[in-house]
């Protein structure tokens, strides 16, 4: 009886089990045998619906629904895997939701969380870290490598490579390496490497900017472009290119046209148009505010310069301390030296052809003089 009844338990224990986990399923409109979960081998023909698979998922002509995936799927179809996967799915499409930890290989990946690797035409992923690889990526956030043939779209924060043959679209930042055919576009801000014909960041850049165009809000680093920089915010560091266009500049200043707020260290331009100097201002034209160091160009025009002003032309519509040019202009001065010399009030020396001083403190020299005191 005893005997009877351990014979009767194991039996249901063993069809229980074996209800419970298939070593073996094939499907295709329905399951042989009907279990939901499979530890070993699940085939599909045109279509098939399981619930676990442990071990290899074979879809053959089909497409092949599950819970979750651990193992290895290799098939001619696509897949629908509801809750991930752990392993690696070689397939025509791969449609997988949850988290996936391994290798995704098919002509088009839609994934959810991803851990590892997708390579395909078309590879799109929520969170990744590791490596995308297509024609065309979409991500959220992006640790790692993202690759693209024509263009990367990411919706999050991108850790590490961007790069693609046309275009980047990032809407939060960069940490890291942002490299492009065509144009990047950066909804935050860049830490790192900014390189492409066309850069366009509505944050802040910290690292190096290359570009034909560039623009950025606060730049600490590098600007470089070859046509231009606009930058809505401040330069700290070098700024190069045809046209600069800035708010306050601290570090050097290069290009054809140099347009900024405030410049403290060296400001060197064809044409240079800026708030206040703290340093060197090297242009043919200089335009400034205010002026504390050097003014060197052809034509020099500021409010207020103390320094030197040295210039062909040098104009000043506050004092200046000393003017070195064929035509000196300034309402107050300490010492002018040229051609022809002209200020208000005269703290010092004035040498020149023609010298013109309404108030002088001492006498000027030499040729033709044209002051009411001494």
């Known amino acids: ?33 009907d279990d939901t979960e499979v ?27 599950m819970d979750k995936l ?44 991803l851990n590892g690797a997708s390579i395909g035409l078309y590879s799109g992923t929520a969170n990744m870290t590791g490596l995308n690889l297509g024609l065309a990526n979409t991500t959220a956030n992006a640790t790692g490598w993202n690759l693209a043939g024509l263009g990367n779209y990411s919706t ?21 390496a942002n490299i492009v055919g065509v144009g990047n576009y950066t909804g935050g801000e860049v830490k790192g490497v900014n390189v492409a014909p066309l850069n366009w960041t509505a944050g802040n850049t910290q690292g190096l900017n290359v570009s034909l165009l560039n623009h950025t809000a606060d730049v600490q680093g590098v600007n470089i472009g070859a046509l231009g920089n606009w930058s809505e915010g401040k330069i700290t560091g070098v700024n190069a290119g045809i046209v600069n266009v800035s708010g306050d500049v601290t570090g050097l200043n290069v290009a054809g046209f140099n347009k900024s707020g405030n410049m403290t260290g060296a400001n060197i331009s064809a044409l240079n148009w800026t ?19 050097m003014n060197l160009g052809a034509f020099n025009v500021a409010n207020n310069v103390t320094g030197m002003n040295l210039g062909v032309v040098n104009m000043s519509t506050g004092s200046s301390t000393f003017d070195f040019g064929l035509l000196n202009s300034a309402s107050a001065t ?21 010298n013109v001083a309404t108030n002088a403190a001492v006498p000027v020299l030499p040729i033709a003089n044209f002051h009411r005191s001494f």
């Open 1 to 33: 009886m005893k005997r009877s009844t351990l014979g009767l338990l194991l039996s249901c224990a063993l069809v229980s089990g074996a209800g419970y986990a298939a070593p073996v399923q094939l499907s295709s409109f329905g399951n042989l045998p």
């Open 39 to 65: 530890n070993g081998f699940h085939g599909t023909f045109l279509y098939g619906q399981t619930g676990t698979v442990n071990g290899v998922d074979m879809p053959i002509l089909g497409y092949t629904e």
């Open 70 to 113: 651990n193992g290895l799927e290799l098939g001619v179809g696509g897949d629908h895997i509801r809750n991930g996967m752990n392993g690696m799915a070689l397939n025509l499409f791969n449609w997988h939701g949850g988290e996936d930890n391994g290798l995704n290989i098919g002509l088009a990946n839609q994934l959810g969380n």
């Open 156 to 176: 999050g924060n991108i850790t590490g490579l961007n790069t693609v043959g046309l275009g980047n679209d990032t809407e939060g930042s960069i940490y890291g």
């Open 275 to 293: 708030g206040d100097v703290t340093g060197f201002n090297m242009g043919a034209i200089n335009l400034s505010h205010d002026v504390t160091g």
């Open 334 to 354: 300490n010492f002018q030296i040229g051609l022809v010399n002209v200020t208000n009030n005269l703290e010092g020396l004035q040498i020149g052809l023609i």
